[in-house]
């Protein structure tokens, strides 16, 4: 396995001409941070567009790689707690090429196995959240390494894009979710240990198995073979994300040629972890992992794997300044309350996805590779909720249970005297301002009720008897079947030009519905649709008793714990691609171009017939299908090896999501009007520098964003439904300049800083389309909506990191670095900004009221970290890492928060109509947090 | 093997967490009492009006069983409690009070703080009044709540005291009767200016919001109206055309009996 290298260096550097046949590279590779020490089992990968040689370094750190012919080649040195090099090099003919000293640079990121972005905290009533990537990974681009790792605390958005345009791959195969095309990291939470091998493409670089895109590619390899050999354990606290997160991995080759790779985690948080900041919240969950390969031999694999991260968790849900402000408390959570002396959380997400994974690769001859692969994603996926019927709202945070709904002298309802017993309310009892579980529970007791003509397990016309719940927790699913796969061809046409190409498949079944979580002490709930009884009597013989079934064809069902209710269907969507890049190096330059043409279709099915809506509810929709294409390309010119400026510009079209189709997928089969594919347009060109002692990027990036449909959900309290807003033509620009830097100083010392700095702004005024679940009514129809020149929300559009670092001897490192957002924007809620809602405001102080999109205050963050690894026996591998968060302890800096999208219509019913928006909900940043790592490896 | 006991560890600890976050059904609330010795009679209350609203500013109790439901939608924000010597309206801006307030229950009210108020001859037990044409406000909020209105003890709905129209006095306003034979006879100042045969009327055209209606009904010799709200569930029900006996609460509006059904099983009809 690994070649006796010291001989052989020896004997390499003597005799040249004995292998003056084969070409060969070799290389040093040392530490630069302590006095430029070797790095001992550093694992060099040699490869090219269809072969791939890897060799260990050995006790002096060199490494020697034989049996290479002349091309282009690109190498990739990693070792533990060390940031990749990865540079291409280009192999003359008969020349055995000598990198000299490799400079490798200590990264304390890949000892971060934690998750971050939004794992405890999520938007109350919009149904398709964000998660952020759960995976940190030392990218070989300066500007990403620290951007991910530092600025995830402000939940930061590279270059302001929505996370369907950052693509996840498994194994070749993109992942990210059909329906919404969210980041599907959550997926392997807990598993970082083994999912460590990475492809980060930079920006918009085409990679083996994809064209360039947009917001760049990582794809994760879980071949066993490739996973770091030995055990790893792996120890982690904190006080943001998991209180415990313990993960045992061991990886080997158990017999010839074959490998085994396996993994098992634990996270849990207790729901009153003292140092979790976000009350109320907690988590449990267990993950795993297995991966076998087999090598045929060199070049030819086959590779199994298995993974799932089962979780459960309690999360938090923004609240408005008001609650933050009686409480003095900016980390209030309006879905907790006691239960028997117990935190209980109302929304707790749920899953259990596991995914399978087969990849077969086969590297037939010198020019060529292939590789096959195919996915399956299966499993549920699921979020609780309370539900409701016919009895006064639980949550506490409604607005009028709130001090402010009658302190407003506009309002007829005005009190102040009420407003002061309420804030005494709040401030007292802990079952008003948090949910009153066992309030709930003894309405339930007492409900004895009796149904005439209810549907009982199928069979219509029972009478039914028991207590019938008013209040109980629903759980709404999102449970998939996703199928995925694809093959791709690696060639090498000549010494200059290579091509990639491929075909990819992809089917997937979404299975959408509710089901009855837990009847909070009652025995059955009827599946009726209440608010649907105010429908207009419609002359076509439907009788008011169907129009507030859920599901004609079982009226009055009577619900049981797990039955599903409510709203069932399917979504089925399938697509195809061709893709083909081809890349020449001519000299230092290299440039590459490729395309991708396919189709994306999809359709509804109902599985309900909903009283509402009975011929558009129930069976298959129409088909929507749309064309699909690509085309990019882009330069590398290599002024020389330590400088390349790059230069990318893509153009896409794609389809929109199911989720962004459909007004109201719960209740019809009917789609957005103007339903067209979005367009982007995206150019970046950036320059980079490699020297002995730092590394800098610096480039600049222009996105433009056409005809895109969005649908958002908000939960309406005074009609008890849903409302969708459908919105179309919605058009972005994006433009900024990104740059990072890593300065070794002097005497361990290092200097780094990142900067993002971006202008994105919406640039057209979309339409708006809004309906209610419980109504067959249009509440508009394609109303403009102004919202050229807002800006794009959810990201701060200025981000700056400032850090120093130092390496002491014995592998004790620290430092301590300052973070600065500004340029933070609330989520827009659709309807403000109308013609409809701004009736009656006629001056500029007025209208700026309905129109004002608010800017978060920005702030410093100053977080600082120490720790230490240790090489024990020479064979083991032990280090700690403390870091805290927030040292300043800035608890007012808003991390995200958006418009509610209710408005109150001020004065009496014979009043000119004047409407008063509602007050907007948010969520802060945790206090000074600790984050802990203890890992031990062999 | 290592691996393998590694493995177990972790499975036992996931098994044990699987334990965690489950809750059992929480014990029944244990219902209310307080002595009847410092508890008046609901007639007794209604005697400190004379002319004005009352503001209470004594711990003075009162008690009764609960007569009415919001279910139906008929009745809103107020619920009526009746002991043996009257009964009363109780004004709570709350929605869906038939969950806490049920049919027979007995409730307690401290009247300290509230005000007792007259509305066109129905009197009415709630807050202070900001609106200038009412004498009483709502109790709102669940703080208000906890501190004036006690559940007490479940207890079987009560029976309606069958009048005749001729039998109707004062001292019978807020309390559950029974009145026989009475067959419809007209809308009282109906909005389409003919009468309308359902309880109310619920979809006026052009999307105007719902009618609360007062339909005349006679016994032959006297009449009583019934009012029902727009937003009933039952408000667009036909009316029966044969005479029937109904059960609701009596009110008063100025000088005209009114009688408030619960829902339409307070409607029987004759054999």
Redesign the interface.
């Known amino acids: 396995m690994n070649l006796r290298l010291i001989l052989i260096t020896i004997l390499l550097a003597t005799s040249a001409v004995l292998f003056a046949q084969r070409e060969q590279i070799s290389g040093t590779v040392v530490n630069r941070t302590t006095g430029n020490a070797p790095i001992a089992n550093a694992r060099v990968q040699i490869s090219n567009n269809v072969d791939q040689h890897v060799v260990t370094t050995d006790e002096l750190g060199q490494f020697f790689v034989p049996n290479l012919y002349a091309g282009v080649w690109r190498i990739v040195i990693s070792a533990d707690d060390f940031g990749n090099y990865e540079t291409p090099i280009t192999l003359q003919p008969n020349a055995a090429l000598n990198l000299g000293t490799i400079f490798m640079f200590p990264a304390i990121i890949n000892m971060t196995i934690m998750e971050t972005g939004v794992g405890t905290l999520e938007t109350e009533g919009v149904d398709h959240t964000q998660s952020g990537p759960a995976l940190l990974n030392s990218s070989q681009d300066v500007f990403t390494n620290i951007a991910n790792f530092r600025f995830g605390e402000m939940r930061f958005r590279a270059r302001g894009y929505d996370w369907n345009l950052n693509r996840v791959y498994l194994n070749g195969l993109l992942m990210n979710d059909i329906n919404t095309g969210n980041s599907p990291f959550s997926l392997w939470g807990g598993l970082n240990d083994v999912m460590r091998n990475q492809e980060i493409s930079r920006g918009m670089q085409p990679t083996n198995f994809a064209i360039g895109n947009v917001a760049g590619t990582t794809n994760v390899s879980t071949r066993a073979s490739q996973i770091r050999q030995g055990f790893q354990i792996n120890y982690a606290s904190s006080g943001g994300t998991y209180a415990h997160r313990l993960g045992v991995a061991w990886a080997n080759e158990i017999a010839d040629n074959l490998f085994l790779a396996v993994m098992g985690s634990v996270r849990y948080t207790p729901e009153d972890y003292f140092l979790n900041w976000n009350m109320g919240t907690y988590a449990q969950g267990f993950s795993y992992f297995l991966g076998l390969e087999k090598k045929f031999r060199i070049g030819e694999s086959l590779s199994f794997t298995l993974l799932g991260a089962p979780i459960m968790r309690g999360v938090s849900s923004a609240a408005v300044q008001e609650v933050y402000d009686i409480l003095d408390n900016p980390y209030y959570n309006p879905n907790m309350g006691w239960q028997e002396g117990k935190i209980r959380n109302a929304r707790v997400r749920n899953s259990h996805e596991p995914v399978m994974s087969l990849d077969y690769t086969n590297r037939i001859n010198s020019r060529l590779r292939v590789q096959a692969t195919a996915n399956y994603r299966f499993g549920r996926n699921g979020y609780t909720a309370l539900d409701w019927y016919d009895a006064p709202d639980p949550r506490p945070d409604y607005y009028r249970y709130l001090p402010s709904f009658f302190n407003n002298p506009i309002f007829p309802n005005y009190d102040p005297i009420k407003a002061l017993n309420v804030l005494e309310g709040w401030l007292t009892d802990r079952n008003i301002r948090y949910i009153n579980w066992e309030g709930l529970y003894n309405v339930n007791y007492l409900n004895q009720e009796t149904i005439e003509d209810a549907t009982v397990n199928g069979v219509q016309g029972q009478m039914y008897s028991g207590l019938r719940s008013k209040y109980a927790i629903e759980n709404r699913r999102a449970d998939q079947r996703d199928f995925n796969t694809g093959i791709t061809l690696n060639t090498i046409l000549t010494d200059a030009w290579k091509v990639n190409g491929g075909l990819t498949y992809r089917w997937n079944r979404t299975h959408y519905f509710k089901e009855m979580y837990d009847l909070l002490g009652g025995q059955f709930w009827v599946d009726v649709d209440q608010f649907a009884e105010r429908a207009e009597l419609e002359d076509d013989g439907y009788t008011i008793g169907d129009q507030i079934q859920n599901d004609m064809n079982n009226p009055n069902r009577i619900v049981k714990k797990s039955d599903t209710y409510g709203y069932n269907y399917f979504a089925f969507t399938q697509r195809g691609s061709a893709w083909g890049v081809a890349s020449v190096n001519v000299g230092s330059v290299g440039i590459h171009f490729g395309g991708d043409i396919g189709f994306t279709s999809f359709y509804r099915e109902g599985l309900f017939r909903k009283g509402l809506f009975p011929d558009n509810s129930y069976g298959k929709s129409e088909v929507h299908s749309f064309l699909t294409y690509a085309l990019q390309t882009g330069m590398n010119y290599q002024i020389t090896g330590n400088h390349v400026v790059s230069a990318n510009v893509n153009f896409v079209q794609q389809a929109p999501v199911f989720q962004d189709a459909f007004i109201s997928p719960r209740t019809r089969n009917s789609t957005v009007n103007n339903l067209v594919p979005e367009k982007i347009f995206a150019a970046d060109l950036s320059y980079s520098l490699r020297m002995s002692n730092m590394r800098f990027r610096i480039g600049g990036f222009y996105t433009e964003i056409q005809d895109r449909s969005r649908v958002m959900t908000f939960y309406d309290d005074l009609n008890r439904t849903f409302s969708n807003f459908a919105m179309s033509e919605i058009g972005q620009r994006h433009v900024g300049v990104e740059f990072g830097a890593d300065v070794y100083v002097w005497n361990g010392f290092s200097i780094k800083s990142a900067i993002a700095y971006g202008d994105y702004i919406y640039n057209t005024n979309p339409l708006l389309t809004q309906t209610e679940d419980n109504s067959d009514k249009l509440i508009f129809e394609d109303e403009r909506v102004y919202w050229k020149g807002f800006y794009v929300s959810g990201t701060p559009q200025l981000a700056m990191n400032f850090g120093i670092e130092y390496r002491a001897p014995r592998n004790w490192f620290g430092g301590i670095d300052l973070n600065y957002y500004d340029y933070s924007y609330i989520d827009m809620a659709p309807n403000r900004r109308m013609d409809v809602a701004n009736f009656g405001r006629n001056t500029i102080e007025e209208r700026a009221e309905m129109l004002r999109q608010e800017k978060f205050e920005p702030g410093f963050v100053l977080n600082a970290n120490i720790g230490q690894w240790r090489t024990i026996n020479r064979k083991y591998s032990l280090g700690v890492m403390l870091s805290i968060n927030n040292i300043l302890n800035n608890q007012n800096l808003k991390s995200g928060g958006f418009e509610q999208a209710r408005l109150l219509r001020e004065g009496t019913v014979s009043a000119p109509i004047k409407y008063h928006p509602f007050p907007s909900k948010y969520f802060y940043m945790t206090g000074t947090s600790y984050f802990l790592n203890v890992f031990f490896r062999f | 093997m290592?691996?393998l006991k590694?493995?177990c560890l972790?499975?036992i600890?996931?098994i044990t967490?699987?334990a965690?976050?489950k809750?059992?059904?929480?014990p029944?609330?244990e219902p209310v009492t307080f002595p009847p010795e410092k508890i008046i009679s609901i007639d007794s209350l209604k005697s400190f009006h004379r002319g004005q609203p009352v503001h209470f500013t004594d711990s003075i109790m009162i008690s009764g069983r609960v007569i009415s439901s919001d279910?139906s939608g008929n009745l809103y924000r107020e619920f009526f409690i009746q002991d043996e010597t009257g009964g009363l309206k109780i004004k709570v801006a709350?929605?869906?009070l038939y969950?806490?307030y049920?049919l027979g229950q007995t409730i307690y009210i401290n009247c300290r703080g509230l005000t007792l108020g007259n509305y066109a001859g129905t009197l009415e037990l709630g807050?202070r009044s900001?609106?200038p044409r009412y004498e009483t406000?709502f109790i709102?909020?669940?703080?208000?709540i906890?501190q004036h209105i006690f559940q007490g003890p479940?207890g079987d709905p009560l029976e309606p005291r069958t009048v005749t129209l001729q039998q109707l006095n004062r001292s019978m306003i807020g309390t559950l009767v029974r009145i026989e034979n009475l067959t419809f006879s007209h809308t009282d100042r109906s909005p389409t200016g003919v009468n309308i045969p359902t309880w109310a009327f619920p979809?006026p055209p052009d999307g105007a919001?719902p009618v609360t209606l007062s339909q005349v009904f006679t016994n032959g010799s006297n009449s009583i109206i019934v009012r029902t709200s727009g937003y009933a569930?039952f408000a667009?029900t036909d009316m029966p055309t044969e005479p029937v006996n109904m059960v609701g609460i009596l009110t008063i509006f100025n000088t005209t009996y009114q009688l408030v059904l619960r829902d339409l099983n307070d409607v029987e009809v004759r054999d």
């Open positions: 290592k691996l590694t493995f972790l499975a600890v996931a967490f699987n965690c976050f809750f059992d059904d929480p029944k609330q279910r709350r929605s869906g969950n806490f049920r807050w900001v609106d406000g709102e909020g669940q703080w208000l906890n479940q979809f919001a569930r667009g």
